[in-house]
């Protein structure tokens, strides 16, 4: 026994098996279904129109903060 994987959509409660597993044609096999789901998340509300504060400064830069770290070991 081997087992191989594939997508595939189920129209009319048929799946399609792809060409390339042609040997399949005519035998018995077990079928094991996963559904797929989107994991796509939304964003927040106001991820991409983030609010901005005109007293705020920055620290440092990102690449400074990483050249830090990286001399500092860490």
């Known amino acids: 026994m081997y087992a191989i994987e594939f997508e595939a959509d189920v129209h009319n409660n048929i799946i399609q098996i792809p060409i390339e597993y042609k040997e399949l ?3 018995h096999i077990k079928v094991f279904i996963v559904e797929v789901k989107p994991t796509a ?18 620290i440092a830069k ?12 860490k």
């Open 25 to 27: 044609e005519a035998k």
């Open 41 to 58: 998340k939304l964003l927040p509300d106001g991820f991409l129109n983030p609010v901005l504060i005109s007293n705020y400064k920055n």
């Open 62 to 73: 990102r690449d400074e903060l990483y050249d830090c770290c990286q001399r500092l070991g």
